[in-house]
């Protein structure tokens, strides 16, 4: 284990979008976060939200400059572009519903100008009779789209699928999608911020006027043969007395775990991948390069490849969540 891979905490990157609302103040007990906050950029190294460290010697440095001079050492020896971090870490807010949108895939982003951008959500909380919208109906076309924004129908178009705390769902680029009021998220996504906003429920910024659609841009990238993904349930609750690993979600870019812990728990890292934890509830410590830090709830920490391997600490029952790239 090299000495100068530590465990590496961030400042988040709060956005205020007027759609937020205030519990990732309130559930995590930050200080500094805006009155309506919709979203933190926990870990990214996307320029329209860099992560400074927070911690240890590197502090003040960006994630985005770590990858740069570290490489395959930050990233992981299988990452398509060593020096670039493919992955972007958030927390969602949805006090409102946020708007009906869709993003690029790999195939098509270059096409009009944009970053592809697959996602995951993980359903960190939401109140009673919360919704996610996945998919539109079948049979939904350009012309008939326009025709159900001059009608106001597009809601009757969508695909919902009712959630509970624990729930993962799959958003693919080229998927419509809209996260509903009442739902916090925790999300993993490829390094991106392109987002083609295709219905914006019929309501006025900040500022009293309409936000812009881009209706052209997003039929150039809906892939409609895409079937509405199904909805991962939160796994069982853990058997008192040991440490559950519980695979939510894998795909092309990310594999998304629950670890569900009651005892200490070594962990390998054999170069490939980062690994990035994300503190669903309880609090841990995690140990590695000689250094350990505490991760309370709500805490995101990233272990760079080269690691080599670190030891989490529960005080407590404790679970989080763990993504990588493989």
């Not at 906050?37 to 440095?61: F, Q």
């Not at 790999?106 to 697959?118: C, F, L, R």
């Not at 705390?165 to 958003?171: A, K, M, N, R």
Request: hydrophobic fraction near 40%; glycine fraction near 10%; proline fraction near 9%.
């Amino acid at each position: 284990m090299n000495e100068s891979y530590y465990p590496l905490l961030f400042v988040p990157v709060y956005k205020e979008y007027f759609w937020g609302g205030q519990r990732i103040a309130t559930r995590y007990q930050r200080a500094s976060v805006p009155p309506v906050c919709a979203e933190s950029w926990e870990i990214s190294a996307h320029a329209d939200g860099l992560s400074l460290v927070a911690n240890g010697p590197w502090a003040g440095r960006s994630l985005a400059a770590l990858a740069e001079q570290c490489g395959a050492a930050c990233t992981g020896t299988q990452a398509p572009q060593p020096h670039r971090f493919p992955l972007l870490f958030k927390l969602i807010d949805a006090r409102e519903n946020l708007s009906v949108q869709v993003h690029p895939n790999d195939g098509n982003a270059a096409q009009v100008g944009g970053e592809p951008k697959t996602e995951a959500w993980f359903v960190a909380d939401c109140e009673p009779g919360a919704r996610l919208y996945s998919g539109l109906k079948p049979g939904l076309t350009a012309a008939t789209f326009h025709d159900a924004l001059d009608q106001g129908t597009i809601p009757a178009q969508l695909c919902q699928q009712a959630v509970h705390p624990g729930d993962t769902l799959f958003i693919p680029g080229g998927l419509v999608h809209a996260i509903g009021a009442g739902c916090l998220i925790y999300e993993v996504q490829q390094s991106s911020n392109t987002t083609y906003r295709l219905y914006d429920w019929d309501r006025c910024d900040a500022t009293g006027h309409p936000r812009p659609l881009h209706i052209q841009q997003g039929f150039r990238v809906i892939t409609p043969t895409l079937d509405q993904p199904c909805l991962h349930p939160a796994p069982p609750p853990a058997t008192p007395g040991g440490n559950h690993w519980h695979t939510l979600l894998r795909c092309p870019y990310f594999h998304l775990q629950q670890l569900q812990l009651a005892t200490a728990q070594p962990v390998a890292m054999d170069g490939t991948s980062f690994h990035v934890l994300f503190l669903l509830a309880g609090a841990a410590t995690v140990t590695a390069g000689g250094v350990t830090v505490a991760l309370p709830s709500g805490a995101s920490c990233l272990l760079p490849a080269a690691a080599g391997g670190y030891d989490l600490r529960p005080s407590g029952p404790a679970t989080t969540l763990l993504i990588t790239t493989l």
